[in-house]
């Protein structure tokens, strides 16, 4: 099968959308991704998956360190800035938890060290050993079949 067919596949499984967080030297990056889930309860883990070409990959080997937000229906700009899908220039106001930066108005900031992270294919798999977590109100920003929003889900 071709990549396109593949790619169209995976996008009619509904998720929710996040944005990796990162530090470098005293900047703050972030890169908007789906690929996240919850590995373990005990100890407390996650995992997110970058693209080997994706700049953030290289923050997060050197930092050690990253955060995943996951946002609220009313920041769909902010992922589209975070994943280069807009020209508009937004300014980004970081908070920080245990020196990480976080994105504010996010439903969950999950603050990690890195565990383990192991190269798969064209991406590396990170497992974040849950450090402290931010949790508010609200619902959450949904992807499927390439659109964002919670009628695409319906319709």
Known sequence: MDDR???NAMGKFATGVTVVTAKSGNDSYGMTANAFMSVSLNPKLITVSIDNRANML???NASKQFAVNILSDDQQDVSMHFAGQTSDKKQIDFDY????????ESLVSVVCDVDTSYVVGDHTLFIG?????????????TFYSGKYGINSVVS
């Open 5 to 7: 067919t593949f790619r």
């Open 58 to 60: 290289a923050r997060i």
């Open 97 to 104: 938890i245990q020196g990480i930066p976080v994105l504010k």
């Open 129 to 141: 050993k849950v450090k402290d977590i931010a949790v508010r109100d609200g619902y959450p920003l």
